[in-house]
C-alpha cells in the first residue's frame, strides 16, 4: 500500500510560478512510475507530465515548456514546477504513483490562476 500527500497548492496570478509537492510513503519509491495530472470543473482529468523510475519525462502539448517534473528518490517525493502560469491552468492538481500496474493517488489540491 501506497499513500501520497500533496502540498503547494494555492491562488496564482496569471505569470507566476507554483511548485507543488507529493510525498509518498513505502519503500518502492525508485520503483515508480510518477505523474501530475489535472481535472478543471466540467473536464475530464488529464495527464499533465509524468516521469519514469529512471527519470524519463513527458508532457501534455499544453504545458510543454512551461512545466517540469522531477524526482527525488532521497525524499521520496515528485515534484511540479509551474511557470508562466495562465488562466487556463486553473484546477485541481493530483499526484499519481504507479507501480506493477497498480495506480496511487493523492487527494487532490486547487490551482487557481487569476487574470
Known amino acids: 500500500q501506497v499513500q501520497l500527500v500533496q502540498s503547494g497548492g494555492g491562488l496564482v496570478p496569471a505569470g507566476g510560478s507554483l511548485r507543488l509537492s507529493c510525498a509518498a510513503s513505502?519503500?518502492?519509491?525508485?520503483?515508480?512510475?510518477l505523474g501530475w495530472y489535472r481535472q478543471a470543473p466540467g473536464k475530464q482529468r488529464e495527464l499533465v507530465a509524468g516521469?519514469?523510475?529512471?527519470?524519463?519525462?513527458k508532457y501534455a502539448d499544453t504545458v510543454s515548456g512551461r512545466f517540469t517534473i522531477s524526482r527525488d528518490n532521497t525524499k521520496n517525493t515528485v515534484y511540479l514546477q509551474m511557470n508562466s502560469l495562465k488562466p487556463e491552468d486553473t484546477a485541481v492538481y493530483y499526484c499519481n504513483a504507479a507501480v506493477y500496474g497498480i495506480y496511487y493517488w493523492g487527494q487532490g489540491t486547487q490551482v487557481t490562476i487569476s487574470s
Open positions: 513505502g519503500s518502492i519509491f525508485s520503483s515508480m512510475s
Open positions: 516521469i519514469s523510475r529512471l527519470s524519463n519525462t
